[in-house]
């Protein structure tokens, strides 16, 4: 059985200018990280971040996936856990053709 090595991309933060003219900008608490898992494995890409008060999204080869946490258009893939703060990247059926 095959291994692959899961590529993260990165979580897109967005900067927020408050009434006040102070911004405010989104950043990590825990950043995402390359995964090593089986062909055909279901992997969770972790995305933690702090000050969220704007969209949040998964990038894969510079084309941004969706702010839905469905992710629609991409049935293998999802956003999971609390939705303010935890941007995790389910993916399912990992294959070698996968970024």
Known sequence: MKHIIVNTT???VLIIRFGNGKKISQHFTRKPENII???G???VLPCRLRHTPGPVQWAANGFGLGFSRELPEYSR???VG???STWDLQK???ALTDD
């Open 10 to 12: 990165f979580c897109i």
């Open 37 to 39: 898992v089986k062909s």
């Open 41 to 43: 494995d279901n992997v």
């Open 77 to 79: 893939y999802q956003y």
């Open 82 to 84: 609390q939705m303010t």
């Open 92 to 94: 399912s059926g990992v």
